[in-house]
C-alpha cells in the first residue's frame, strides 16, 4: 500500500495556519506528500523547504486572483496537489488540521483493511473543530462532524471545493463518495488562532468568495453550540497553541443567538430526542 498525503497553502505565517505542524503530524503516514505553495508574501514556503523529510514534493503555483466564485480557487489548488499523487490513497489535509499520534495506527489499519474493497472510495474523520480557545468544541450541526479527507486515487474525482470530493460516474453524473469510517478524529484549529490573525485571514480570503470581511474583533458564538475540551491535543501542535492561539476566550452568557443558530438548537434538541445526526454529509456510508 502506498499513501500519498496531500494540501495547498497561501500564506500561511501571515494568516496564522498551524500548517507546518499539520504535514509533521501527517507525514508518518506517507510515503510522498505533495503540497501547493502558492506564491505570497511571507516565509511559508521556506518554512515548508525546511521540514526536515524527503517525502515532501513542494509545487510552487500562482493563484487566480480573478477567480472569485465560492472559493474554487481552493478547490483549483487542492486539485494541482491531488492530481500530482501516486498513492493507492490520498489523504488530504488542509493547513489548520492535525492529526493526533496516538491515532496513526488505527488510521493505517483502516487504509489497509478497505484498500482490497472496490466499493470503499473514501475515508471518513470524526471532526473535532475547536473555537475561541483549544478549551472549547463547536458541537452543533452548523458545523459538520465527520467529512472524507482520504480518498481512492483511481477513482475519477474533483473537488467544487476546498472541503469535499466529488466522483464522477462515466463522465455525466457526479456523487459523494462511497465511504468507510477511518475510526480516528481530526483536529481542527482553525478558529482558534489568534484574534489578528484570523482579521488579516478574513480580509484576504473574502475576495475568492465574491465578496468582503468586516473586521474581526472577537470571537463570538452561540453558547449552546460550544462543549468543553476535556481530551488531549495532538503532541505536533501543542508549541503552535502555547504561542499562537487565542487562550482567554469563555462563552458569553447574555449572546443573542442569529435566527440560523436558533434553528440549529431546535435541531439539536431534534438529535437528542431521536437520536439523529443532522450535519452536512459529503459521502455516503457503506453499509
Same mark, same amino acid.
Given at each position: ?123 471518513? $474523520?470524526?471532526?473535532? +473543530?475547536?473555537?475561541?480557545?483549544? /478549551? &472549547? #468544541? %463547536? ?89 468543553? $475540551?476535556?481530551?488531549? +491535543?495532538?503532541?505536533?501542535?501543542? /508549541? &503552535? #497553541? %502555547? ?45
Amino acid at each position: 500500500m502506498k499513501v500519498s498525503g496531500f494540501t495547498f497553502i497561501r500564506n500561511g505565517t501571515l494568516l496564522g495556519y498551524p500548517y507546518v505542524e499539520s504535514i509533521r503530524s501527517v507525514l508518518p503516514l506517507c510515503d510522498e506528500f505533495i503540497v501547493a505553495v502558492g506564491a505570497g508574501d511571507d516565509d511559508t514556503l521556506a518554512r515548508i523547504k525546511a521540514i526536515d523529510s524527503d517525502k515532501i514534493l513542494i509545487l510552487e503555483t500562482r493563484w487566480n486572483e480573478n477567480m472569485q466564485d465560492r472559493g474554487f480557487v481552493y478547490a483549483q489548488q487542492k486539485m494541482i496537489a491531488h492530481y500530482n499523487c501516486s498513492g493507492d490513497w490520498a489523504f488530504y489535509l488542509e493547513g489548520d488540521e492535525v492529526l493526533h499520534e496516538d491515532d496513526i495506527p488505527a488510521i493505517r489499519a483502516s487504509m489497509e483493511l478497505h484498500l482490497p474493497d472496490s466499493r470503499i472510495e473514501a475515508l471518513v $474523520f470524526d471532526y473535532r +473543530h475547536f473555537f475561541g480557545s483549544p /478549551d &472549547w #468544541l %463547536a458541537i452543533s450541526p452548523g458545523w459538520y462532524r465527520h467529512a472524507p479527507r482520504i480518498i481512492r486515487n483511481t477513482i475519477r474525482s474533483w473537488s467544487p471545493d476546498g472541503l469535499f470530493f466529488v466522483v464522477m460516474d462515466k463522465n455525466k453524473r457526479g456523487r459523494y463518495p462511497r465511504a468507510a469510517l477511518a475510526g480516528a478524529p481530526i483536529y481542527h484549529y482553525g478558529h482558534v488562532r489568534r484574534i489578528a490573525a484570523m482579521h488579516e485571514k478574513n480580509q484576504r480570503v473574502g475576495k475568492y468568495w465574491g465578496g468582503s470581511a468586516d473586521r474581526f474583533e472577537a470571537y463570538r458564538i452561540d453558547p449552546q453550540a460550544l462543549a468543553p $475540551f476535556t481530551g488531549n +491535543h495532538p503532541t505536533a501542535v501543542l /508549541d &503552535w #497553541l %502555547a504561542h499562537e492561539a487565542e487562550t482567554h476566550f469563555s462563552p458569553d452568557p447574555t449572546y443573542q443567538p442569529s435566527k440560523r443558530e436558533r434553528r440549529h438548537r431546535w435541531m439539536m434538541q431534534l438529535e437528542r430526542a431521536f437520536g439523529l445526526e443532522l450535519s452536512k454529509k459529503h459521502y455516503t456510508l457503506v453499509k
